[in-house]
């Protein structure tokens, strides 16, 4: 005994010395860290290619096989791109181009290339490169290649079987299989040139006159034809065909394109006395500030059929298309102002259109209050939609004209979304042939058959309800269009109580078991979570089982897996953290309210915390962000939210609670949720220092601290960026490009439910500035006069009603800068001096020139005031 325990104490002494050595993270730590770039896998699943980078090196591309092993790399790649056949890679690589033959990954290189394209499979397997005006097209089966010069553009098909050549405003098809080239068009400025599908048809635009002309092209035709002009059957003269956006349907059977009003000289008025007014109406659908933001004029889809050669035109200005294409039929959407509809009295309607005939059809009963997310089905059988104000779902049969409201019996979750209704079933996707619908609610996933004939089945046999578990399904393969009803699909799932997360497959049209062993302390893919780094669904090889996937968690970054099953991961990635910096250790916290409800949080502590030790915390926040318990960390400088490793390595603890919401009670329940937080935290660990308890959020996350500000008097120091302080002056606010903020404290984040006129209490008890004279909290506060989201008066409003009454409060201003920081230079000083503010109010260091005396504005430029200043005492205390 008395041997282990020797050996322990050697140990833990070892373990000291090398933390002691770890240094705090820096901005080298910044520069040098190594993140996951962008990814591809061959059709065949044998091979990948990856990207690494870093500030400071670079991109690094890498090439390899699936388990990992035989792996090539090159610095600062671009454009990679595997052949249909997965027989070769080509890339850019500085001035040449690469392609590496698979699997022996021999080498080919083509000198002062640019512009690689590769199509076709097998012995008709092309590389298309330019070099300066010649084009080069070689077979990398054979080694054949052919050349053309004086060369504009070219355009190849996938399927390798042909090239168009732009050349001296001419269009020239070449049969890459017989050589044979085909003069098909000239005039003047070419554009929007693509193949349909299949490779076997073209489009293209021109000008002629003052118009443009969209031409169609077949290789049995001798030369192009005007597919639309001006005198087309269907399009308005009044309205003029613009030159982008010109595409084929992706059956090949329909052209859209753009209209816009002819542009006009109008007619001064004569009782014109100035050209300097603006003139705002209650009439006015959008606010003149919105107008006059939007001063471009509209731009109307259009559609032609290639059969019929008649225009549809699609939209207009009280008419838009919502979703995708399917078959013959698109979904119309009315306009309306979607930030008023909820008090303006506009009801959002939908009408299916014929591509074809352009008849307009209402599907929507009158019953229907506020339809939203109307979809049609792949195969175009049928149309779903959900009523935002009952929170039914409905199907409607377009063969039959049947509506039927689907998905009745399914739980959702209790809880409330900002508006105050509950969550709802979700439609995910359509299975093969329209068969059935996927769908999902708080905790599981359903099939659903969109005519009723049968109930719907939990395909998760309500094993996430049961234990905990929220499902949902991973849309691969164009979703599910592919997968026959007894086909299985693939899930992912978090479990709510830990936040493990894992993927699983599922049979169709069964009643399935999935257990927790699927789970594990990792982060992935899982649809709606919104992270500071996007995490991708898994990506699928086209033609075998293989899938590449992001895994992280709070000690490994976010590497690449290749895995079939699902259930055994191979490494491909392997980027670690950057070694000689001090770490954290994250851990899942749950307290419950005074409500009785369960709060989650992820803490964040030095990994060499001393017990016997006290440390600072800063409380950081948001909306919801435990599900971040597995995501690592990345060292950045903390242009948003305080940067976990850089302050962790630093000695601060760091705590991210979920922010709970009650509708008109916004401020009141974050304010319980932190100081309960504090307390339950405090009086968990002894090693917290509840002296040294400090706040800091950014844009929402800033008002919520400039709430608990004023109305705490736990907290030592308050860093804010961004925030609202005053509901009732911010309501008359304009952002997001003139809108007015009314919705936004109505029904939106700041969830105020009523006007203020309706309630003004709640617009007082819910802001910041009525009870400044309370505050006991020294304020650093960040905004800039650009901000777009956030009037940068609601920070001046705080800072002059705290400076009124004599609070320790500093307002940071950066010059030319929006609701987020940009600048390096702007981000690396804001940093400097939010770390200067906490190190002073909550480790009690010195504090700096620019908080002890400020820095007048006509030294701007000239000092910056972070020199520190001994000589006097601690700021406000």
């Known amino acids: 005994m008395k041997l282990n325990f020797r050996f322990l104490i050697a140990s833990l002494l070892c373990i000291s010395q090398l933390s002691a050595q770890k240094k705090e993270v820096d901005t080298d730590a910044i520069k040098n860290t190594r993140k996951l770039g962008t990814y591809g896998i061959s059709n065949d699943g044998n091979y990948i290619w990856y990207t690494e980078q870093s500030d400071a090196n670079g991109t690094t591309f890498y090439v390899c096989t699936n388990d990992g092993r035989k792996k090539a790399s090159y610095e600062n790649v671009r454009g990679a791109a595997f052949t249909s056949d997965s027989k070769y890679l080509a890339f850019e690589w500085k001035d040449d181009i690469n392609v590496l033959e698979l699997p022996g990954m021999k080498e080919y290189r083509f000198v002062h290339a640019r512009n690689p394209k590769v199509v076709g499979e097998g012995n008709r397997t092309y590389l298309c490169f330019r070099r300066g005006d010649t084009l080069t097209l070689r077979n990398l089966s054979g080694g054949e290649e052919r050349r053309y010069t004086g060369i504009r553009d070219s355009y190849l098909n996938k399927q390798g079987t042909a090239l168009v050549l732009y050349k001296d405003n001419s269009l020239i098809w070449v049969d890459i299989k017989d050589t044979k080239e085909r003069f098909f ?398 770490g954290y250790v994250a851990e899942l916290i749950q307290w419950t309210n005074k409500e009785d409800q369960q709060n989650f949080g992820v803490l964040y502590r030095p990994e060499d915390l001393d017990p016997a030790g006290s440390y600072p915390i800063i409380f950081n926040y948001y909306e919801s962000r435990s599900f971040e318990r597995y995501q690592y960390k990345v060292p950045a400088l903390s242009a948003v939210n305080v940067n976990v490793p850089w302050y962790v390595s630093r000695d601060y603890v760091i705590f991210i609670p979920d922010m709970n919401r009650m509708r008109g009670k916004t401020g009141q329940v974050a304010l319980e949720t932190i100081e309960g937080a504090a307390k339950y935290l405090t009086g968990k660990y002894t090693w917290i220092d509840k002296r040294r308890m400090g706040l800091q959020g950014h844009s929402h996350g800033g008002y919520l601290t400039n709430y608990i500000t004023t109305h705490s008097n736990l907290f030592a120091a308050a860093q804010s960026s961004a925030g609202y302080s005053d509901f009732i002056s911010g309501y008359g606010l304009l952002a997001f490009g003139g809108i007015s903020m009314q919705f936004m404290h109505e029904v939106g984040q700041n969830n105020l439910g009523a006007t203020p006129f309706q309630n003004t209490q709640t617009y007082i008890d819910n802001s910041c500035i009525f009870t400044v004279d309370k505050v006991t909290t020294p304020l650093l506060l960040m905004h800039n006069q650009g901000d777009g989201v956030v009037s940068f008066e609601q920070s001046i409003e705080l800072f002059t009603a705290l400076r009124r009454v004599s609070k320790p409060v500093w307002l940071l201003e950066y010059d030319n800068e929006d609701h987020v920081l940009s600048d390096p230079d702007h981000i690396l000083d804001f940093c400097t001096r939010q770390q200067q503010f906490f190190d002073h109010y909550l480790r009690g260091k010195p504090a700096p020139k620019w908080m002890t005396s400020g820095l007048p504005a006509v030294y701007k430029g000239i000092y910056s005031g972070l020199e520190i200043d001994s000589s006097k005492k601690a700021v406000g205390q």
């Open 185 to 582: 068009f000239t005039g003047p400025e070419i554009r929007n040139v693509s193949f349909n599908a299949t490779g076997s048809h073209l489009i293209f635009s021109s000008t002629k006159g003052n118009s443009t002309v969209i031409y169609e092209y077949h290789p049995q035709a001798s030369s192009a034809t005007i597919l639309v002009d001006d005198r087309s059957k269907g399009k308005q003269p009044h309205l003029e065909i613009l030159k982008h956006d010109i595409r084929f349907s992706d059956d090949g059977n329909f052209v859209f394109f753009k209209l816009r009003e002819r542009t006009a000289l109008l007619k001064q008025d004569t009782n014109l006395i100035t050209k300097g007014v603006s003139i705002w109406s209650f009439r006015d659908k959008n606010l003149q500030s919105e107008q006059s933001n939007n001063t471009v004029a509209d731009e109307y889809t259009a559609v032609i059929a290639l059969d019929t050669r008649d225009v549809v035109q699609l939209e207009n200005d009280h008419q838009t298309i919502s979703g995708q294409v399917r078959g013959e039929y698109v979904l119309l959407k009315n306009k309306t102002h979607e930030f008023e509809t909820y008090w303006n009295g506009e009801r959002v309607q939908y009408w299916l259109l014929s591509l074809r005939t352009g008849e307009q059809r209402d599907f929507i009963p009158s019953s229907v209050q506020q339809p939203v997310l109307a979809g049609i089905s792949p195969k175009a059988r049928y149309i779903t939609w959900r009523d935002d104000l009952s929170n039914e779902t409905f199907c409607y049969t377009i063969k039959t004209g049947k509506v039927n409201k689907i998905a009745a019996g399914i739980i959702v979750n209790a809880s409330v979304s900002t508006q105050g209704r509950r969550n709802s079933f979700e439609v995910s996707g359509w299975l093969k042939d329209d068969a059935a619908l996927i769908g999902y609610d708080s905790f599981d996933v359903w099939q659903v058959d969109p005519e009723n004939k049968s109930k719907p089945v939990s395909i998760t046999g309500k094993a996430g309800r049961k234990n905990g578990i929220q499902f949902r399904p991973v849309e691969v393969l164009a979703q599910y269009e592919l997968t026959g009803l007894k086909d299985s699909i693939l899930l992912t799932g978090m479990e709510v109580s830990t936040k493990y997360s894992g993927f699983t497959k599922v049979k169709l049209s069964a009643i399935n078991a999935p257990g927790k062993n699927f789970l594990g302390p990792y982060l992935y893919y899982f649809p709606g979570i919104v992270l500071d780094g996007y995490v991708p669904p898994p990506m699928k090889s086209n033609r075998s089982s293989a899938f590449l996937l992001q895994r992280q968690s709070d000690i490994s970054p976010s590497n690449i897996f290749f895995t079939k099953d699902f259930r055994h991961f191979i490494g491909i990635s392997d980027i670690q953290s950057e070694p000689g910096y001090k």
